[in-house]
């Protein structure tokens, strides 16, 4: 498991051929979560806040938040 | 003379069982193990488990009872004596005994049959009985599983629910005041415990004075009025959550219920849950979307403009103003005035939450839960809604004195799930806004003792 990104509130982690955005999403309770992105995305999402913030978007409108 | 009939019947019955006892004694390794099989299988079986929790101990420790009383105790003697199969006989006699074998029987296991035995449940109580006890159970039986289900007396309240799952025979035999035994699929009905003081629905809603059916719906009526129905599922139910404002969900299953709140957990946390707020709901996708039909949220929006908000994707829902007036965002903001907090399962390393903002409390209703919780961190997250462990074993909270950018959530937040609606209340009713995510130095984290 390697760590290829991290800021004050994200972390991109690296598991074998697996990208991970673990992130502190805010919730009201308990806000720390994972999701298994792309490569792509993984990348997109080191770009900028707001591309962060978009990648993260993506996958919580497939899995329904 | 019916009555001399009756006591001279008890009185032999009395002593066939003393014999049987005693017999029964000489097979367990001591005293004491014999005095517990007199008290919890077979003198007060129902009491053994009132107020009891349903687990997979109990389960075990249940199937183990039925099997002990088949191969240790052999119950031909038992079955083939007729005065011990009259239910009304030992329902006397078990009267008799009740007030004194009612203390020591409170922790036994349940008397529940595992397959097709069957068994006599008594409440036994002279006074008024009221037994939170539900069986969970999921099998095909050929035989019923209960024979006979008692409250003990006319006034009393054995509140029993049998959830179901089985194919063949029906689960009880006989019922007599306060049980009931739905099967959990088809036309499925769960009737609730019930007290002295009429219903109790196991929630914080309060009790409901009468239920019944709209298809295969349960349609409450509570004191005020108020009419709920409760939602259908497909979905197995593992947990009932009673939560503070929270609109329990009872949902229609084909597989079995695995555990629900006792009749005295369920009672308990009614009565603690104040103030009681009212939550009117539809359910979609299992969740409760607040209002019905055209009728109002808390925030004073129709469910047509809830389900419109809800339906368009994070990153495009409208922002608050153009559907919530400025009076009612402004009266909301300033319950937040005081300061803000959140409640997590682990202290946060940097920015706590990420740049689109974070949910907050106020302070006073942080303050409010964790005092109700009394360090007990289930009870926490009881109070929070939160599926039991979800805080972890040493949660903390993260207060924030002076927050910036305190404004009404808009539903783009990284942090608004699945459940969230639109109006700055959870789904469960609490208070909640957005505020600019706190760096390290805007927030302080205090462990919740």
């Not at chain 1, 919730?27 to 997109?44: G, M, T």
């Not at chain 2, 003990?152 to 309240?157: E, K, L, P």
Request: hydrophobic residues 35%; aromatic residues 6%; glycine residues 10%.
């Amino acid at each position: 498991m390697e760590i290829v990104y991290k800021n004050d509130w994200m972390q991109i982690i690296k598991k074998g051929e697996q990208y991970i955005i673990r992130y502190n999403s805010g919730d009201l309770i308990n806000s720390i979560r994972e999701i298994k992105v792309l490569k792509a995305d993984a990348l997109k999402a080191q770009k900028s806040e707001q591309s962060a913030y978009e990648v993260i978007l993506k996958y919580q409108n497939l899995y329904n938040g | 003379m019916k009555t001399l009939i009756k006591n001279s019947l008890q009185g032999r019955l009395h002593a066939i069982l003393e014999t049987i006892l005693c017999w029964c004694h000489c097979c367990y390794r001591d005293d004491a193990e014999a005095q517990a099989f007199k008290q919890y299988y077979f003198w007060q079986p129902f009491q053994a488990f009132a107020g009891g929790y349903i687990s997979g101990g109990i389960m075990g420790g249940t199937a183990a009872g039925i099997g002990g009383l088949r191969s240790q105790y052999n119950t031909d003697n038992l079955n083939n004596t007729d005065n011990l199969n009259n239910t009304n006989n030992l329902y006397n006699l078990n009267r008799q005994l009740a007030d004194t074998a009612m203390q020591t029987a409170q922790t036994a296991p349940l008397p529940l049959a595992a397959g097709s035995e069957s068994v006599n449940l008594y409440s036994g109580n002279s006074s008024n009985a009221n037994n939170g006890v539900v069986l969970p159970w999921a099998g095909n039986i050929t035989a019923p599983m209960v024979n006979s289900v008692n409250s003990g007396n006319a006034s009393g309240n054995g509140g029993v629910v049998f959830p179901w799952a089985g194919n063949t025979a029906p689960l009880v035999n006989s019922v007599n005041s306060g049980v009931v035994a739905p099967k959990l699929e088809g036309d499925n009905t769960i009737t609730l415990p019930r007290g002295t003081e009429g219903n109790y629905l196991p929630t914080a809603r309060g009790r409901y004075l009468t239920i019944a059916k709209m298809g295969n719906r349960d349609l409450m009526v509570m004191p005020n009025g108020d009419l709920i129905l409760m939602p259908e599922t497909t979905k197995a139910i593992t947990t009932i959550p009673v939560t503070s404002n929270a609109l329990t969900v009872i949902p229609k299953t084909t597989k079995a219920i695995t555990t629900l709140p006792t009749y005295e957990q369920t009672l308990q946390q009614a009565n603690q849950a104040t103030p009681y707020k009212e939550v009117r709901g539809e359910v979609e996708n299992n969740n409760i979307t607040e209002g019905v039909g055209d009728s109002l949220n808390r925030a004073g929006m129709p469910k047509t403009k809830v389900d419109e908000i809800l339906k368009t994707p994070k990153g495009s829902r409208p922002d608050p103003t153009s559907y919530l007036s400025a009076e009612y965002t402004q009266n909301h903001i300033s319950k937040f005035n005081d300061g803000v907090t959140k409640i997590v399962a682990q202290a946060p390393t940097g920015t706590a939450g990420p740049p689109s903002g974070t949910f907050v409390m106020p302070s006073s209703i942080a303050d409010d839960l964790i005092a109700q919780a009394g360090g007990n961190v289930s009870k926490l997250e009881q109070l929070l809604g939160l599926p039991k462990g979800s805080l972890g074993t040493r949660p903390v909270r993260i207060d924030i004195a002076n927050p910036t950018g305190l404004r009404l959530p808009n539903g783009n937040e990284l942090g608004a799930n699945s459940q969230w609606i639109p109006g700055g209340y959870t789904s469960g009713g609490l208070l909640e806004a957005i505020i600019d995510s706190p760096r390290i130095g805007q927030y302080i984290v205090t462990p919740i003792e």
